[in-house]
C-alpha cells in the first residue's frame, strides 16, 4: 500500500507521499490520516480532515470499531486529542475535490513504484513527481 497527503496553510501545501507497506486500503487510509497529523506543528489550528472514505471517517468519529487497525486508530486517537479544532469532511465523489484525484494518483504510484515525496508547494500548485 501507499500513502499520500497533502497538507495546506494559507497558500502553501506540504505533500507527503510514501509507501507503507501491506495491507488493506482502509489501513492505507488510516496511515495516511496518522502521518498528516503528525505533519502539523500547530495544535491551535482548525483542522479538517478530507478524505473519500466513508469507513476511515465512522471508525475515526467512534460510528464504527477500528476491526485490524486498533493500533493505528489508538494512535490517531492520542495525536487527535493535541488538537482543539478537528473536524472531517467526507468527499462524495473523487472528481469532488481535485487534489483528491492527487492523492489518490500519488498513494498509487508510491504502492507500485516506490514514489516518495517530501515537498513544499504554493496551494493548487500541481507538481509532477
Excluded: C, W
Amino acid at each position: 500500500m501507499g500513502i499520500a497527503v497533502i497538507l495546506r496553510f494559507g497558500r502553501a501545501e506540504k505533500v507527503v507521499v510514501r509507501p507503507a507497506g501491506e495491507g488493506t486500503a482502509e489501513a492505507a487510509e488510516l496511515e495516511a490520516v496518522l502521518v498528516g497529523l503528525k505533519h502539523v506543528r500547530r495544535p491551535d489550528l482548525g483542522i479538517v480532515i478530507v478524505n473519500d472514505s466513508v469507513r476511515t471517517i465512522e471508525v475515526l468519529t467512534g460510528q464504527a470499531p477500528p476491526g485490524e487497525d486498533e493500533a493505528r486508530v489508538q494512535a490517531i486517537v492520542e495525536i487527535a486529542s493535541r488538537f482543539e479544532d478537528l473536524r472531517f469532511l467526507q468527499v462524495v465523489k473523487i472528481d469532488d475535490i481535485p487534489e483528491n484525484a492527487e492523492v489518490t494518483e500519488l498513494s498509487r504510484r508510491a504502492a507500485e513504484e516506490g514514489l516518495v515525496v517530501d515537498d513544499l508547494r504554493a496551494a493548487g500548485e500541481k507538481t509532477v513527481y
